[in-house]
């Protein structure tokens, strides 16, 4: 007998050989039906696989992160043999599991596949699917798997296989198809019930542009018709909502070759929204007894090779900038803190100092590949909400409790109330990613954790997630169609503090080693505005609005008093536009519409002599007539009731 312990803490003894599916009957039907996937001791299993020690088993259905791996790595495989069956040329290379589907990576021998070839393919993997075949893992010895691919002709399966050892190479039989595959696999192709190739792209063998180029066709599967509808439906919403059209047509932002690549320009509106989302943050962290600090865009070299982020990222930064100075070298900032660190060392600080809260708008510099360059969300130039708080040990819980105080009223501020914490450690299997001694990264961990569970979070842990430096905790947001965005950081270091030899005087009249708390509510400015965009379709909380109102005149006849209804609003720090052109009402009406206006107000011959002006919201609804001090009050009351007050 073994001993299966089970995620709930729970142990059952089964039969030595017994398999995961067999513990899922176990405990019910229902989820045998729903298995599809499973972890044995934390390594990937099939669901028919004989366990025969005892051990941790995890059982997944597509609705768990593991289980939609193994889906749609099945998936990969059942795309693959559709291809082979209708281009017998075909030479097949690897075919994985991407945060949203897969993708398959193919010589087709010279011929051009293009959107004409998609509709056979996916009909021939649909109609394998149906066939219900079950996927079988087995072992192969290394000269028989290089002798069927050198057989088959194909030079990158070979390739991939001279890389191995012999005792570890296994394929996937399934059908008619067999591949080169380490595991992790559905039961049978029938649990695949709709397919579709979401794209055709070009790829270089193993991403070396010195390499072949292949086709890689990119696809989606679900266990369910109505999963892939409902998909379908989501990417469309998303291209309208797509931060890019909505900065272009808002006019937000741009980008210009001549300036460079992942360099955004803001322009007049995006500039304006930028600096109350600065403010916004600004007073609540004066609030919370943060400084403002500045530091310039560039560093020595020797700064960042202090900090350790030279070592770590000076293969993909901006290189040096030489200057007429033998052996001088600055480099473009890739972060804040070392400076930070050097503000702080510049005075001598007691405990009775401590905690000091140096907060930046800082930007820096990242040289992102071209191909990684999307909009707001990936650019090699960007500000960050940066502060760093320096603190003693017993002060470490409460300033990390209080950041996390600020990160949560940021968010509730701005409409983003469905969120997880992930706290992210280090991989202890790989201590040469991170810097530092052990005791010091376990008590970083440990604070975060006492400071999730404060809090009532609710938080995974992910291992070999955190910063090369320290542990963090990152926020995990949901945005209005469904799809999770990190947002927010917190970090505890003792690293920095050691390589920069910060201290303070102690009670004790002895020097100690301050505490460093990196945070950053927004993340980076770019990508939280590209986030919060997308989030809301460009409809942004009343209170952020580059213009909060626009007045629409009837005719020019009432030109003088619409702008008389626009001054008393500017007054009263009510955002306002006026709309005298000569068109249509309708026209201007749609226009303000499509600029996604939240008020129009219109004045004509009546609204003229009562005094008044006709209110229409955003979305057609019409609030009858009154006062344009009236709506200034209720401008005011909305704006109001959508920021909550920062405690402190």
């Known amino acids: 007998m073994i001993k299966i312990t089970l995620p709930d803490g729970s142990i059952k003894e089964f039969e030595s050989g017994t398999t995961p599916m067999d513990v899922a009957m176990s405990i019910s039907h229902g989820l045998a039906r729903n298995v599809i996937s499973a972890s044995f001791n934390g390594e990937k299993v099939e669901t028919k696989t004989p366990l025969e020690t005892d051990g941790h088993l995890v059982l997944y259905t597509f609705n768990d992160k593991e289980g939609k791996e193994a889906f749609w790595h099945s998936s990969s495989h059942i795309m693959a043999q559709a291809v082979e069956e209708l281009f017998p040329e075909a030479k ?58 050198k057989e088959e002709n194909n030079p990158f399966k070979v390739e991939l296989i001279q890389n191995l050892t012999d005792g570890e190479i296994t394929f996937c039989d399934h059908d008619t198809f067999t591949d080169l595959c380490r595991g ?80 955004p320009l803001w322009l007049p509106k995006g500039a304006a929204l930028r600096e109350r989302l600065e403010n916004f ?52 900032k890739p972060m804040n803190c070392p400076h930070h660190c050097e503000i702080y060392k510049s005075i001598q600080w007691s405990y009775r100092d401590l905690p000091k809260r140096f907060a930046e708008f800082g930007t820096v510099y990242r040289y992102e590949q071209s191909g990684e360059l999307h909009g707001l969300t990936r650019v090699r130039g960007f500000t960050q909400d940066d502060a760093h708080i ?86 995990m947001v949901k945005d209005a169609l469904g799809r999770s965005w990190q947002l927010g950081t917190i970090q505890v270091d003792y690293n920095l503090p050691e390589r920069f030899d910060l201290w303070y005087k102690g009670a004790d009249n002895e020097s100690h080693r301050p505490v460093m708390i990196h945070r950053a509510p927004f993340g980076s400015m770019e990508r939280f505005i590209a986030i919060l965009l997308e989030h809301t379709g460009g409809n942004f909380p009343l209170w952020l609005m580059p213009e909060q109102c626009t007045v629409l005149s009837l005719s020019e006849k009432y030109e003088n008093y619409a702008k008389k209804v626009a001054e008393t609003l500017e007054i009263n720090e009510i955002r306002t536009t006026v709309d005298n052109r000569a068109e249509t009402m309708g026209k201007k009406i749609r226009e303000a519409e499509m600029a996604k206006l939240p008020y129009m107000l219109i004045v004509g011959e009546q609204e003229e002599k009562d005094g008044t002006i006709s209110v229409r919201k955003h979305g057609g609804d019409d609030l009858g007539t009154m006062t344009a001090q009236q709506f200034a009050d209720l401008i005011q009351k909305e704006v109001a009731s959508s920021i909550k007050t920062f405690e402190v």
């Open 390 to 475: 320096f603190c003693t040990p017993d002060q470490l819980d409460k300033e990390f409790m209080d950041v996390i105080d600020l990160v949560l009223y940021v968010f509730g501020s701005l409409g983003f109330e469905n969120f997880t914490a992930q706290v992210s450690i280090r991989d202890p299997k790989k201590p040469e990613k991170y810097i530092g001694d052990l005791d010091n990264w376990e008590k970083a961990e440990n604070a975060i954790l006492r400071a999730a569970q404060a809090k009532g979070l609710d938080y995974v842990v992910e291992e070999g997630e955190a910063a090369f430096y320290g542990p963090k905790l990152d926020f």
């Open 281 to 332: 943050l600004k007073a609540a962290q004066k609030k919370a007894g943060y400084e403002m600090v500045m530091t310039p865009h560039i560093g020595s070299k020797e700064l960042y090779v202090t900090s350790g982020h030279y070592e770590k990222y000076g293969a993909d930064s901006f290189q040096p900038i030489h200057t007429p100075a033998e052996d001088e070298e600055f480099l473009l």
């Open 92 to 149: 097949l290379t690897i075919g994985p599991a991407i945060e949203n589907g897969f993708y398959y990576d193919i010589d087709f021998a010279g011929r051009s596949i293009t959107e004409a070839d998609i509709p056979a393919i996916e009909k021939k993997a649909i109609e394998i699917a149906r066939g219900k075949h079950e996927f079988t893992m087995r072992s192969v010895s290394k000269a028989d798997a290089l002798n069927k691919y």
């Open 184 to 263: 992790g696999h559905i039961p049978n192709t029938g649990i695949v019930k709709a397919f579709k190739i979401m794209s055709i792209a070009g790829a270089y063998w193993r991403g070396d542009e010195n390499n072949p180029q292949l086709t890689r066709l990119y696809g989606i599967s679900f266990p369910k018709q109505k999963d892939l509808t409902e998909y379908l439906e989501l990417l469309e919403q998303a291209k309208q909502r797509d931060h890019r059209k909505l900065g272009k047509e808002l006019q937000l932002f741009t980008f210009s070759q001549r300036v460079g690549q992942g360099l």
